[in-house]
């Protein structure tokens, strides 16, 4: 199939109108007249993500995060993304992205972290598209029972893949949680979101320590924080499955990345 097949397929189901102004959504690298056979997708365009890109065949890479979001004048081999891009290039890959697209979608990252920390049952968007109030930032749901902080917790590092980050709570470990707000990647914009809906919990990424300290003190929900990689890594198996329905049977072959490509590398509790 033609790379522009693919492409319509994916922009049917994650709409480049849907992105953020400042993102930069849709074809990164590659020509929509090659043909493509294995899709392989990732959370970040990193060079590990390539290599196994490379060594698997695949002729495409869909990512969640974006290679070039700002402005370059060069793309040169002498830097790492230049690197990556003649690597791509010259290995015949392309590379696709849908991010803050995605991340509103429905269903979207949200909808796939929810399903990942438990939650079941009928989701809703925090923040609802004022054209479509069924898809927009975040997830809303409940799980099956209610359950303590404490368990709640260690599901949701059951649920995601492990990091060295790991999964941090804020609030009384013995709390009941039974309704929960989940933002994948970076969500410490919706704190003021999370408590107005009334949850027990909120799961997301990157809180920073005065936000969540000013927001603990206010007796709203608790706090759930996970790597942002993590959060957002749930989606890919669904956006590999919606695109290969999307096609004709037997089009594509996809396969999901399992390198744990988050940032931070080591963690260590320290003495206590």
Same mark, same amino acid.
């Given at each position: 199939m033609r790379l522009s097949h693919v492409i319509t397929a994916l922009d049917e189901l994650y709409p480049p109108a849907w992105a953020e102004s400042w993102d930069a959504v849709g074809l990164t690298v590659g020509d929509p007249g090659q043909e493509v056979r294995r899709v392989?997708?990732?959370?970040?365009?990193?060079?590990?993500?390539?290599?196994?890109?490379?060594?698997?065949?695949?002729?495409?890479?869909v990512t969640h995060h974006p290679l070039l979001l700002r402005g370059v004048t060069s793309v040169a081999a002498t830097t790492p993304k230049g690197r990556l891009i003649h690597r791509l290039v010259t290995g015949g890959v392309a590379l696709f992205t849908a991010h803050t697209n995605a991340d509103v979608a429905d269903p979207g990252v949200s909808d796939a972290l929810a399903r990942a920390?438990?939650?079941?049952?009928?989701?809703?968007?925090?923040?609802?598209?004022?054209?479509d109030p069924r898809r927009g930032l975040g997830r809303i749901g409940t799980l099956p029972e209610p359950v303590p902080l404490a368990a709640f917790t260690a599901a949701v590092a059951a649920g995601l893949p492990g990091t060295a980050w790991g999964v941090r709570a804020a609030g009384d470990p013995e709390r009941p949680v039974s309704t929960v707000a989940v933002c994948g990647g970076a969500g410490d914009s919706l704190l003021d979101t999370a408590r107005a809906a009334g949850v027990d919990a909120y799961v997301t990424a990157d809180l920073r320590h005065h936000p969540a300290s000013e927001? /603990?003190?206010?007796?709203?929900? +608790? &706090?759930?924080?996970?790597?942002?990689?993590?959060?957002?890594?749930?989606?890919?198996? $669904? !956006? /590999?499955?919606?695109?290969?329905? +999307? &096609?004709?049977?037997?089009?594509?072959?996809?396969?999901?990345?399992?390198?744990?490509? $988050? !940032?931070?590398?080591?963690?260590?509790?320290?003495?206590?």
């Open positions: 392989l997708f990732a959370v970040d365009p990193l060079a590990a993500v390539v290599d196994e890109a490379l060594g698997w065949g695949a002729d495409l890479i920390v438990g939650l079941t049952g009928e989701l809703r968007p925090m923040v609802p598209r004022p054209d927001f /603990a003190e206010h007796d709203g929900p +608790a &706090l759930v924080d996970a790597a942002h990689f993590a959060t957002e890594w749930p989606w890919l198996a $669904d !956006a /590999a499955s919606r695109l290969a329905e +999307a &096609l004709p049977p037997g089009t594509l072959e996809t396969r999901v990345s399992t390198l744990v490509t $988050d !940032a931070w590398r080591l963690h260590h509790e320290g003495v206590k």
